[in-house]
């Protein structure tokens, strides 16, 4: 559960500074939906690869317990 508080404080802490300093990753909702799929894509083929290899594993009372495709789903968030 700890996990997931953090990513809920990291979400607030991007939106904050997108509003008050008009911080934007695209300009248009597109750009951004296709820069977040892609960076996605990239860190979730990356965290399947290093649980596979045994460099990463999730275990422990911090998370949910909610799994899909062998990570947590918190990692899918974050």
């Given at each position: 559960m700890e996990y997931l508080i953090i990513i809920f404080i990291f979400l607030t802490i991007?939106?904050?500074m997108e509003l008050k300093?008009?911080?934007h990753t695209g300009h248009t909702r597109k750009e951004?939906?296709?820069i977040t799929l892609i960076i996605f894509i990239i860190?979730?083929?990356?965290?399947?690869?290093?649980?596979f290899r045994?460099?990463?594993?999730?275990t422990g009372s911090g998370l949910i317990g909610l799994r899909?495709?062998?990570?947590?789903?918190?990692e899918y968030l974050f």
């Open positions: 991007t939106i904050f300093y008009k911080l951004c939906l296709i860190r979730i083929s990356g965290d399947y690869y290093a649980t045994g460099h990463q594993s999730f899909i495709f062998g990570l947590p789903i918190e």
